[in-house]
């Protein structure tokens, strides 16, 4: 029985560090065709503070603490709103759209109560999120997109954006009930995504 767990932890240790290609399908936003902003150096300055702000949410979901996710949640929301108000007529709608997403997406988190539920909203967010820097063309910090295949169910992957190339994984954390933090380093390194 012992020498059948081991195998099966093993098998599970190794697919966590495969990569998958599902990624081929999903649409992406190319950084070279990015949208102008009319104010770069003040919109990098405030995506600075969103994206410092995302850093410590994605750093409350790796300790698992619901109040911690919630109060970091809701200082990010405060700054992505922040960053195009509704008077900046500088802003293309597919940059508003995203923000908009991102907006959303976080008031989704706040509103679930169970851990894994905010994981998967922190997943689109983290998506989306790349998404807005690339197409402003951000010039702030670089940044780490890191990918864990094993996010939710042991099979489907969630991905974050990292200051460091560690890996210190946000959906497995260091108090998973299954693994507790046996997994907090499951993950890859998919891109070093800004500041090329």
């Known amino acids: 029985m012992k020498l059948i767990s081991a195998f099966f932890l093993i098998c599970l240790f190794l697919s966590c560090n495969q990569t998958t290609n599902t990624d081929a399908a999903k649409p992406s936003i190319d950084a070279s065709a990015g949208t102008a902003i009319e104010n770069q150096s003040a919109t990098d300055s405030s995506l600075t503070r969103v994206v410092q702000k995302y850093i410590q949410l994605k750093d409350a979901f790796v ?46 988190l706040l509103g679930e109560a169970d851990l894994t539920e905010k994981r998967k909203e922190f997943s689109i967010v ?17 940044l780490y997109q890191q990918t864990c295949p094993m996010a939710f169910n042991d099979t489907e992957k969630g991905s974050w954006l990292s200051a460091s190339s560690e890996i210190v994984n946000p959906y497995l954390g260091k108090k998973h009930p299954k693994y507790a933090s046996g997994m907090l380093h499951c993950g890859e390194l998919t891109d070093s995504v800004l500041n090329r």
Do not use: C, W
């Open 126 to 142: 983290s998506d989306n999120l790349l998404d807005l820097l690339k197409s402003v063309h951000y010039k702030g910090e670089k």
């Open 63 to 108: 300790e698992a603490d619901t109040s911690l996710i919630n109060a970091s949640a809701q200082r990010f929301l405060t700054e992505i709103d922040q960053v195009f108000p509704e008077t900046d007529t500088g802003v293309s709608s597919s940059v508003r759209m995203i923000s908009g997403n991102i907006e959303a997406e976080t008031k989704g």
